[in-house]
């Protein structure tokens, strides 16, 4: 008896033991680890990509989608649709819209974004791009096509006074191409070119 009961609080105090050293390793000295060398060799993602204009004011992040609507609109170079949240681009609500490509209130949305994007645009409804009219899955895309930026060259040069040769040049610098040369599609950050337009003359 005596025996079995010396067992029994034996195996108890390797459990806690071995519970408290797993919490010590696992629960604070690894996530530790990882924030430090997150923070040591990539501490621009680690702390969130955020971007900042020339004050040094931060205006958002280069990994997530933000609204440029409003009155002056028209000088900005529009991000894609976005399905998150109530009014769109919300960080704590990312997703896609769920419907389906034939859902009425999708189609219905598309070919009415489509409308004002080439009404605005000042292109034909058949030359819009679809990243133009359609949400990310995460509703909170950053960039978008090449395409998408090129057509609004006209628009943001002439609202701005800017000739559409600067405005395109700044188009093409911010261009990323394909990541690693062959994943992905050329793409184009929008806050960032937005940050450029801001600066130029």
Same mark, same amino acid.
């Given at each position: 008896?005596?025996?079995?009961?010396?067992?029994?609080? !034996?195996?108890?105090?390797?459990?806690? !033991?071995?519970?408290?050293?797993?919490?010590?390793?696992?629960?604070?000295?690894?996530?530790?680890?990882?924030?430090?060398?997150?923070?040591?060799?990539?501490?621009?993602?680690?702390?969130?990509?955020?971007?900042?204009? $020339?004050?040094?004011?931060?205006?958002?992040?280069?990994?997530?989608?933000?609204?440029?609507?409003?009155?002056?609109?028209?000088?900005?170079?529009?991000?894609?649709?976005?399905?998150?949240?109530?009014?769109?681009?919300?960080?704590?609500?990312?997703?896609?819209?769920?419907?389906?490509?034939?859902? $009425?209130?999708?189609?219905?949305?598309?070919?009415?974004?489509?409308?004002?994007?080439?009404?605005?645009?000042?292109? +034909?409804?058949?030359?819009?791009?679809?990243?133009?009219?359609?949400?990310?899955?995460?509703?909170?895309? $950053?960039?978008?096509?090449?395409?998408?930026?090129?057509?609004?060259? +006209?628009?943001?040069?002439?609202?701005?006074?800017?000739?559409?040769?600067?405005?395109?040049?700044?188009?093409?610098?911010?261009?990323?191409? !394909?990541?690693?040369?062959?994943?992905?599609?050329?793409?184009?950050?929008?806050?960032?070119?937005?940050?450029?337009?801001?600066?130029? !003359?």
């Amino acid at each position: 008896m005596a025996s079995s009961s010396r067992s029994f609080f !034996r195996s108890t105090g390797v459990a806690i !033991r071995l519970t408290l050293l797993s919490t010590v390793v696992l629960g604070v000295a690894y996530p530790l680890a990882v924030w430090g060398v997150g923070q040591a060799a990539f501490h621009d993602q680690a702390s969130g990509s955020m971007v900042t204009d $020339p004050s040094g004011k931060v205006v958002g992040s280069s990994l997530i989608g933000q609204s440029f609507d409003g009155s002056s609109s028209a000088r900005w170079f529009q991000s894609r649709p976005s399905a998150a949240g109530e009014k769109g681009y919300d960080a704590n609500a990312s997703s896609g819209s769920n419907l389906g490509p034939n859902n $009425p209130d999708l189609v219905k949305s598309i070919e009415e974004r489509r409308a004002a994007v080439a009404e605005a645009d000042g292109v +034909s409804a058949a030359d819009v791009p679809a990243d133009a009219v359609t949400a990310s899955g995460s509703g909170l895309d $950053p960039d978008i096509s090449p395409e998408y930026a090129r057509q609004q060259v +006209s628009r943001v040069a002439e609202a701005r006074g800017l000739s559409e040769s600067a405005v395109r040049r700044l188009v093409d610098e911010h261009t990323e191409s !394909r990541q690693l040369g062959f994943l992905g599609e050329p793409v184009v950050n929008v806050l960032e070119l937005n940050l450029a337009l801001a600066a130029a !003359r």
